[in-house]
């Protein structure tokens, strides 16, 4: 009995596999409408067949099975093509943020062993970047033109030739299929690593919770590399429902988009719905499409949820999750959101296991405050090439997120502050140490806290507060600059304060705390107006 379960071909016909999720979808919805990319629009059909032939392309290059193929590009049908056929091909997805700093995209593709780079024109043609990617000598391959450029691309030459049918590639649920980087305490990117299957997991799970059926039209505008949107987008492509691309936010496109292409479900930043609602146009607009919206990486200010629900959609949930537990993990949903006000991130999906445990590993009930734990399917193989790493966050059976929580009496989840000093600042992650590290380098800085402060733009503003060194001066404006030689934009402190002494505890330590506390009203309400990264 044994033997015949794991035999080739039983694993073949029960096997998971992100491929196959679009090959199954294109031959039930064939010449289904999958993907709009401005005035491009691509088919099921279409979809799959250039996947495949990619995925051959991959295989012909003598790329082997497992091999790394790093992406650096912006949200494009090319990105999902490029992306569901290194699947299909057997290889592993990385994912990387191509905001970041050349030399933290070089430690990324270094620490991956990447084997290829898949690059967008526009983020190759950076100075910096072409020549961190010139020294590594690693074979690249352009995904999107820049303008006015030939439309023949190397992936479309790429294409040509190659045959449309699926390749046989021997893929296990359990194989790795991504690598996503995400920021770690130390400053340095840790590689997250996910199977087929804990994916595969998530995104049924977010078709259930989200309510997409073949019929929805779900918008892609935030960042395809990061788990979030990605998440979103392959449970939309599981349905045979429409994908909408766009590439950043803008309120007036994003209007007029939703209007066009009959939007039924978008995922943004509170910021993002902010904007929206201070639309001079928005009364104008007919946005009867909306039925669901969601929102991330901060709770929305009662005011503004209490307009969006009244005027732009009757549905509004909150999503939480992170990389190392493939989302959504948590979700306040919309019954809820006019019910209580905060923090909160809700009740588990159907996927994962959420609980809150003390020091201990012993579970605590509603009321008791402890660190913020989850089991399932969709949690993480662990992190690339960092077993201590990997281990410090799987005690007791669990796994570990960094982040301090409470159940209320009615089980719904508070969250009320990081065990890592982690900035979440439009999106993005930024540790504190690393932009610390950054300004202490300065030589007239003597000492550097780093917080994240409100902000309605960006829901937390990487803030900065130094001492300087007996006899030396800088300013502000000095500092910020020099931070911005050295990080990615969106890393760099919006603001720099130069004060005459940090707070600090009796042992030394700066007391971050008192300078939240201290600072709270620092953007006040002037936030969109401050500087862009």
Not at 313 to 333: D, I, K, M, N, Y
Not at 504 to 512: D, H, R, S, Y
Request: include cysteine; proline fraction near 5%.
């Amino acid at each position: 009995m044994d033997s015949y379960a794991d035999s080739t071909e039983r694993r073949i016909i029960r096997r998971i596999a992100l491929g196959d999720n679009l090959t199954r979808a294109a031959r039930v919805h064939d010449e289904a409408i999958a993907l709009v990319d401005g005035g491009e629009r691509l088919s099921y059909a279409a979809f799959e067949a250039q996947a495949n032939q990619f995925a051959h392309h991959l295989r012909a290059s003598g790329l082997p099975a497992g091999g790394k193929v790093a992406m650096l590009a912006t949200n494009s049908i090319e990105f999902l093509v490029a992306c569901y056929g290194i699947f299909k091909a057997g290889m592993v997805w990385v994912p990387v943020n191509h905001m970041l700093s050349a030399d933290d995209v070089r430690y990324v593709l270094e620490h991956a062993e990447a084997a290829l780079v898949l690059v967008d024109d526009a983020i190759h043609d950076r100075p910096g970047l072409r020549a961190m990617l010139d020294a590594l000598a690693l074979p690249v391959l352009r995904l999107r033109p820049g303008r006015g450029a030939d439309e023949a691309t190397p992936l479309k030459q790429a294409l040509q030739g190659q045959p449309c049918a699926e390749p046989a590639a021997d893929i296990g649920d359990n194989d790795l299929s991504l690598i996503m980087y995400t920021s770690g305490t130390t400053g340095r990117q840790k590689g997250v690593m996910h199977s087929h299957l804990s994916v595969h997991s998530a995104l049924v799970s977010n078709v259930a919770e989200s309510g997409i059926d073949r019929e929805s039209v779900c918008m892609a505008m935030l960042p395809l590399f990061h788990c979030a949107q990605f998440a979103m987008t392959a449970a939309t492509l599981l349905t045979g429902a429409r994908v909408v691309v766009l590439r950043g936010f803008d309120a007036e496109r994003l209007l007029d988009t939703i209007e066009r292409e009959r939007i039924t479900h978008l995922t943004g930043l509170p910021l993002m719905y902010a904007a929206l609602l201070a639309s001079p146009t928005r009364a104008s607009r007919d946005l009867s499409s909306l039925v669901q919206c969601s929102y991330g990486m901060a709770p929305m200010p009662r005011p503004m949820l209490e307009r969006l629900i009244a005027e732009f959609c009757p549905h509004f949930s909150l999503g939480t999750g992170q990389t190392e537990v493939f989302p959504v993990t948590a979700r306040f949903r919309s019954d809820q959101q006019l019910q209580r006000f905060g923090s909160y991130w809700g009740q588990a999906t159907m996927v994962n296991d959420l609980a809150v445990m003390d020091d201990e590993g012993r579970l605590l009930g509603p009321g008791e405050i402890g660190e913020i734990v989850h089991r399932g399917p969709n949690v993480m193989l662990g992190y690339y090439k960092d077993p201590e790493a990997t281990a410090a966050v799987s005690r007791f059976g669990w796994h570990h997120t960094g982040d301090i929580g409470m159940f209320d009496a009615d089980r719904q989840l508070l969250f009320l502050d990081r065990k890592k000093d982690v900035i979440k600042t439009g999106g993005e992650n930024v540790p504190s140490i690393k932009v610390e590290e950054v300004l202490l380098r300065h030589p007239a800085v003597a000492n550097a806290a780093v917080v994240g402060l409100a902000h309605v733009r960006w829901g937390e503003a990487v803030s900065a507060f130094v001492t300087l060194k007996p006899g030396m001066a800088a300013s502000a404006d000095e500092l910020r600059a020099f931070c911005l030689q050295q990080l990615g934009g969106f890393e760099a402190p919006k603001a720099v304060r130069v004060l005459q002494e940090l707070p600090m505890t009796p042992t030394g330590k700066i007391q971050k705390h008192r300078l939240k506390t201290a600072f709270s009203d620092l953007y006040g309400q002037d936030a969109f107006n401050g500087p862009n990264p």
